[in-house]
């Protein structure tokens, strides 16, 4: 399996391949790969003749550097995974410098407000950050296909608003959440969970069901304060919002409508661990 740290190694590599017209699906993660990350390379790899799975801890998308330094960095692990997977994916894990040349710093995006909401309130500049690397792995690569999970339903939803306003040619591709048989979204968070909380985590997704079939009959607002007063009281998990929205604005719904589409959206902090998840409820 080829491992490139240097992207000019990688793109000319992938120059030669591409002028033979095949097509190059791209997954971009942060490493620390588990099951829902593989779901997403054996998605790609069904619909694409080349993937590249790029691994790269991005700074500028942190807003706790002691989250940044915590999160786990297993480059040998990862590989020895994705090679059980395929020997032919194209892995691309560069240092900080070859993405950012010296200047680690986001730039400023707008996203049409979608940026203020959720994670954007919760985590200042985690956007930008976000929209920098993945703008940068996309001229780097230069996929055809890119997959994202569900887990990160803003990222995904900010990621089309990039490539519609920045004009880049690629699609990108959604892929469902992939859940422990207990029902906790997969994270590579989840590593660091200490036993009692991982023990308790998946009652994170438990309310989420039992607040979707609130939400046919009850309105967002006492859904809300429903799922608020479960985690009152919880000895090990702290919520930080719960939240009804609506899926192309990602605003909180004040009223629902039947025309529209809307998602649950939670993040609840287990010790230090912060955890996401979300579900459809229309
Ligand atoms: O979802 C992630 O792992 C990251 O936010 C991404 C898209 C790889 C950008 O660093």
Avoid at 60 to 67: H, R
Avoid at 93 to 100: E, N, Q, R, S
Avoid at 168 to 176: A, E, L, S
Avoid at 233 to 253: G, P
């Amino acid at each position: 399996m080829l491992v490139f740290a240097d992207k000019n190694k990688l793109t000319s590599h992938l120059s030669a391949l591409k002028e033979k017209g095949l097509s190059l699906g791209f997954v971009p993660t942060m490493g620390a790969l588990h099951e829902g990350h593989i779901s997403l390379v054996r998605q790609a790899l069904d619909n694409n003749s080349l993937l590249v799975v790029s691994i790269f801890v991005n700074p500028t998308q942190f807003d706790n550097a002691e989250d940044l330094k915590k999160y786990p960095r297993t480059l040998e692990d990862d590989v020895n995974l994705l090679k059980t997977v395929s020997k032919n994916i194209i892995v691309y894990a560069p240092t900080v410098d070859d993405i950012y040349n010296g200047n680690t710093k986001a730039q400023t995006f707008s996203f049409d407000g979608l940026e203020f909401e959720m994670e954007g309130r919760f985590r200042k500049g985690h956007f930008d950050g976000v929209g920098t690397i993945v703008k940068r792995l996309f001229e780097i690569v230069q996929p055809d296909n890119a997959y994202f999970g569900e887990k990160d339903f803003q990222q995904l939803t900010i990621i089309k608003k990039l490539v519609e306003k920045h004009k880049i040619p690629v699609n990108i591709i959604g892929c469902k959440i992939h859940r422990e048989s207990n029902g906790l979204a997969m994270s590579s968070r989840n590593v660091r969970l200490k036993p009692e909380y991982k023990k308790a985590a998946p009652f994170i997704y438990k309310t989420l069901k039992a607040a979707k079939q609130k939400f046919g009959t009850k309105s967002a607002n006492k859904v809300t304060e429903w799922v608020t007063k479960q985690f009152a009281n919880h000895d090990f998990l702290e919520l930080e919002y719960f939240i009804i929205a609506d899926i192309d604005t990602l605003k909180t719904v004040k009223r629902k409508t039947k025309t529209k589409t809307y998602r649950a959206f939670i993040a609840v902090y287990a010790d230090d661990i912060r955890l996401i998840d979300n579900i459809a409820l229309n």
